[in-house]
């Protein structure tokens, strides 16, 4: 009996894990067909540091949040051996202090990675996902002033059951919020080593869950941009629609961003055509890992470029910036 009440409640706290959901409808009215121009700067706006420096080898992975009159952008930096997250400031999102490290690998974290996060500020409080650890999961991080941070002791979100499309690892986590709720969108990966997205709910950023019938996106066709994976999801509403950048790798690891859209942030459509890439040498090879803030008829996007093309690290990687209309 005891053997036979434990495996119940095993089963009920696995089944807890996963929601049937939908986001709320997004306001504006839809159109079929939009139009769509992107611009960029030319130069990085954010730079790696000096050799020696905690962001020497990569500076990626940027998660741009408004505070007061100021921009806050909590990004990854990588000093050759370990990930950790910085902050830099603005005062109009172009023009960056230098970053200071702000958070480290620690305890369940292990000693590679605490960093390629998405931030809110809400209640005069940053809250900070984050990915880190060997199978990769995700934690959450709490600071009043961005610099101070106070950890969750273990992970919110963890790698999926045996078998399931994200049972090898959770990772990119970009946190949105709809009607009081916060939507995390995610990377996940299987035993086949695909990388797909998908998406969960929570009503307080700790307790989270799934979306029963995740992934949401899967993988391009045999030779498109991103046949090879897809990772670093950015959401917003805008126009009648949920509107997704995010990072696509062919087989030869370069990176592009492309655009999907949708009404109810669950199904969604790629728009065919919307393919965002380097023009510059900095960002030859690797155009990634997109932050968003929308206005009006614009969002603006800063984003990660790199000219090695690599699974993971080592991409000489800077911080972009550029604005894409939607018209």
């Known amino acids: ?90 005062a109009d999102g172009i023009t960056w202090t230098r970053g200071e490290k702000v958070l480290s690998p620690s305890g369940w974290e292990g000693s590679y990675i605490a960093a390629n996060g998405a931030a809110v500020y809400m209640n005069r409080e940053f809250l900070y996902w ?26 919110v979100l963890e790698p999926g059951p045996r078998g399931s499309w994200d049972e090898r690892g959770v990772a990119d986590p970009y946190v949105m919020l709809a009607d009081g709720r916060f939507y995390m969108y995610y990377l996940g990966q299987d035993r086949g080593r695909r990388q797909r997205l998908g998406v969960a709910v929570s009503e307080d950023g700790v307790a989270w869950w799934k979306l029963r019938r995740n992934p949401i996106l899967e993988l391009g066709e045999p030779g498109a941009f991103d046949e090879n994976g897809l990772g670093e999801p950015a959401v917003w509403s805008q126009k009648g629609y949920y509107w997704m950048l ?18 109810d942030g669950v199904g969604w459509q790629r728009l065919a055509g919307v393919l965002i890439e380097g023009a510059e040498a900095w960002n030859s090879r690797v155009v990634c890992d997109a932050s968003v803030a929308p206005a009006g008829a614009e969002v603006r996007v800063w984003f990660g470029g790199g000219d090695v093309a690599r699974p993971d690290e080592r991409l000489n990687g800077q911080i972009g910036y550029g604005v894409l209309r939607i018209q």
């Open 130 to 155: 984050y990915q880190a650890g060997v199978p990769p999961r995700i934690g959450l991080a709490r600071s009043r002033d961005g610099k101070n941070w106070r950890k969750s002791p273990g992970p």
């Open 1 to 90: 009996m005891k053997l036979a009440l434990l495996l119940l409640a095993l089963f009920t706290a696995g089944c807890g894990r996963y929601r049937d959901f939908r986001l709320p409808e997004p306001q504006g009215t839809p159109s079929a067909s939009q139009t769509f121009h992107w611009t960029s700067h030319a130069r990085p706006v954010l730079s790696r540091g000096a050799p020696g420096e905690w962001d020497a080898v990569d500076a990626l992975n940027p998660a741009v949040v408004e505070a007061g009159d100021r921009y806050y952008n909590f990004y990854s930096g990588f000093d050759g051996k370990t990930w950790h997250t910085g902050l830099s400031v603005s």
């Open 246 to 263: 995010y990072t696509g790798r062919d087989l030869r690891e370069n990176r592009r961003m492309g655009l999907a859209r949708s009404r």
